[in-house]
């Protein structure tokens, strides 16, 4: 092994170790019951962890599917045992919130969250909330269209210009001889 492999083995490791070291810190910040519960309220307010809904029971129906695909008599025992344990598990969906709300308090001041919670509670909020993807899937089509004129543009002007400048640069051709009689 030379200097530089072994150099590039320690460069993961030690990053690593610098990333949680500075996880650790922001962690080990203190934050108050009244600025956590004001994560609690914005985090609630954003619906940000709203997606993360459909993981438990997408993880229990794949299993599901893995289970009975290995020992399809089984099938009506592992649905319900599945079913039963996912259940047991749901209320594990408090700790997402409780880590998105320490990722925002760590990112915000109590006012800056109290202020988010304010404006997404507020019917202008809501409806950003609602509307914003509707708004945000025309803005990328919008987008899209737009970037495909600007590059049919961009590449026509350059035809034209380099055209021209070749034209320019090439030597006249010469006049056609006349017939020879």
Known sequence: MNRATGFRRLIAPLSIA?????????QAQE????HL????????????????DS??????????AELIQKDPN?????????DEQALALA????DLENEAARAYAVSFTEEDLNAITGFYNSPAGKKLLSEGPIVTRE????????????ARDLAQAVAEKVVAAAAATSPAPAAPEAPKP
Request: cysteine-free.
């Open 18 to 26: 610098i990333m949680l070291g500075g996880v650790y810190s922001a």
């Open 31 to 34: 934050i108050t019951p009244s």
């Open 37 to 52: 519960a004001a994560a609690r309220a914005a985090v609630t307010a954003i619906k940000t962890t709203d997606q993360f």
């Open 55 to 64: 993981i438990l029971p997408m993880v229990a129906q794949q299993l599901k």
């Open 74 to 82: 089984l099938e009506s025992i592992i649905s319900t045992t599945v």
């Open 91 to 94: 209320s594990r969906r408090g």
């Open 139 to 150: 803005v990328l089509k919008a987008a899209s269209i737009w970037q495909r004129g600007i």
